[in-house]
């Protein structure tokens, strides 16, 4: 058996901008001091004069990406998203937000899995921040070949974008030759009639790996994957749904305001469904190595398939 590739989606963004500037003459770049972690140096080295560091200023940053976007430019604004969605909050909202502006955030090294940075780094509320904004996309990639097709279509879309990339390298599922992505739309990734998971991001795979061991013990797993979290694919969550009547949400993220919530409001309002969240409690993180960690707050298949069979029985 082949090998499994893995890489963190933080790469892929990095990789897919260098990309992109060949197509968009248009395409600028920004990053607050963090372009070797956030993977922009890529883009830097190829298109010098399309990159500004901004130093640690990430506020300062988000305007100067909202003054590009009034230009005509493509603006991604570029650093972690604790600092992308916390520190420039303010700016995001009023400066981006308000005035529909078509700037791209990148956030990287969201989540737990930034591991050894510890709690002040490891963002577990960005989803819940960003989610506020009226009119603000939101995309969580759960592999390679879905962050670069995510940063293809942001590209793409008119209006303010905040995407979320991961430090941990994690396994690549989809196949690149088949893959689509469409925004605002989620993906049946695996059929089942007993209950269904909903997961975002890195979490993705492990809903797929609790799926295949749930089999073989008797339970019939759906898998859901919600790449774009706001607009959410209302129709595919109300009908898995209605089909198990049973949804276990799965996210990399505070359960408060996140993945779980969102789908919540979706099924209370069309759908009225029993719904366990998985994610991180109410609770900060603290310093470990990210696969630790991740089992350490139960985002991981073995609590997925545990949290399951519990609601099965």
Not at 156 to 164: A, D, Q
């Amino acid at each position: 058996m082949a090998d499994v590739i893995k890489k963190a989606t933080r790469e892929s963004y990095g990789e897919a901008l260098a990309e992109l500037g060949d197509k968009y003459d248009n395409l600028y770049v920004l990053d607050a001091d963090l372009a070797a972690a956030t993977k922009t140096g890529i883009f830097k080295k190829k298109f010098p004069d399309r990159f500004f560091d901004c130093g640690i200023a990430e506020a300062n940053m988000m305007g100067v990406a909202a003054g590009l976007a009034a230009t005509g430019k493509i603006p991604f604004a570029s650093t972690f998203a604790m600092f992308a969605s916390g520190r420039a909050f303010e700016i995001v909202r009023n400066s981006i937000g308000y005035p529909h502006l078509n700037v791209k955030i990148g956030a990287t090294h969201a989540g737990i899995s930034v591991g050894e940075d510890g709690a002040t780094h490891q963002c577990n509320e960005d989803i819940a921040l960003m989610r506020t904004i009226p009119g603000m996309t939101i995309i969580n990639p759960a592999d390679d070949v879905e962050a670069r097709a995510a940063v293809a279509a942001a590209v793409e879309y008119v209006g303010p974008v905040y995407m979320r990339f991961g430090r941990l390298a994690v396994p690549v599922f989809n196949d690149k030759a088949t893959y689509k992505f469409e925004l605002g739309k989620g993906i049946k990734l695996r059929e089942g009639k007993d209950i269904s998971i909903i997961a975002t991001g890195l979490m993705v795979n492990e809903a797929l790996t609790a799926a295949e061991i749930l089999a073989a013990n008797g339970v019939d797993a759906e898998v859901i994957n919600i790449h774009t979290i706001k607009p959410i694919d209302e129709q595919i969550i109300c009908e898995t749904a209605a089909k198990t009547g049973k949804v276990l949400t799965v996210e990399e993220h505070s359960i408060i305001g996140g993945l779980g919530s969102a789908v919540c409001d979706v099924l209370s309002k069309s759908c009225p469904t029993r719904v366990v969240k998985i994610g991180v409690n109410d609770e900060f993180g603290h310093s470990g190595p990210a696969v630790k960690l991740l089992e350490q707050f139960g985002l991981c298949a073995d609590n997925i398939v545990k949290t399951a069979k519990a609601m099965t029985e």
